[in-house]
């Protein structure tokens, strides 16, 4: 069955440092993979999203992530935080009927000044 | 497009209580899921439909019910309400499933007492 393992429950960081939020999956199926991040009090919005092609994929504000098949990992990075970073990321893998997706427990992001 | 519309955004129930959470899109998406949200725990699949008439069991099922006699609708029914469905509750919808993008609402918080 699939799954996924966020490696961290929280990250706090300072302004314009750079960051990395940690995700392992498991699966043995073709995988389709996705961060979606939620601002407080707010629903899940879709980062970025890994389907096939190139490895490493890229969202409008600046986060990339590398889909790395033989450690089994999809890790979050930006090179440069803002305060308005701030927020809960999940990572997620698509389940085997591709019908639903499967989410990990969520990395809180703090970023202070 | 006002996209996924829940209602209400906040209610307290008393244990043995029943309600209806509701859930609308207007992106003709076949697939819609609903999700409870614990702390530290991430997202857990309650229910979901593939399409107007079509549900099945997400993870954690019990003490819900759902219907989807409509593509826009999908209401999920609480009966007998117990202090362990104190959650804020998501609703999302699909058009490639476990594929594609999950557009979700804003969220429900539900309190049992």
């Known amino acids: 069955a699939q799954s996924m393992t966020q490696l961290d429950s929280q990250v706090p960081v300072f302004e314009e440092a750079p960051v990395e939020l940690r995700c392992n999956y498991s699966s043995s199926v073709s995988v389709y993979l996705f961060w979606y991040v939620q601002y407080p009090n707010q629903g899940l919005q879709l980062l970025l999203k890994?389907?096939?092609?190139?490895?490493l994929v890229e969202s409008i504000n600046g986060f990339e992530a590398e889909f790395n098949k033989s450690q089994t990992s999809f890790h979050l990075r930006k090179p440069s935080v803002h305060i308005s970073d701030t927020a809960e990321y999940f990572c997620a893998v698509s389940d085997q009927a591709g019908t639903a997706l499967i989410f990990g427990k969520g990395t809180t992001l703090s970023v202070s000044s | 497009n006002a996209g996924v519309t829940q209602t209400p955004k906040f209610r307290i129930l008393k244990i043995g209580q029943s309600m209806t959470l509701q859930c609308t899109q207007d992106m003709n998406h076949n697939y819609m899921y609903w999700y409870r949200q614990d702390p530290g725990m991430g997202l857990k699949l309650i229910y979901y439909?593939?399409?107007?008439?079509?549900?099945d069991k997400g993870e954690v099922p019990n003490g819900y019910n759902v219907s989807r006699s409509t593509t826009e609708d999908f209401p999920l029914r609480l009966e007998l309400a117990a202090p362990s469905q104190t959650s804020v509750y998501f609703c999302?919808?699909?058009?490639?499933?476990?594929?594609?993008?999950?557009?979700f609402g804003p969220g429900t918080r539900l309190t049992v007492t």
């Open positions: 439909s593939v399409g107007a008439g079509i549900t």
């Open positions: 999302a919808s699909s058009l490639e499933g476990g594929w594609g993008e999950q557009y």
């Open positions: 890994y389907l096939s092609g190139s490895t």
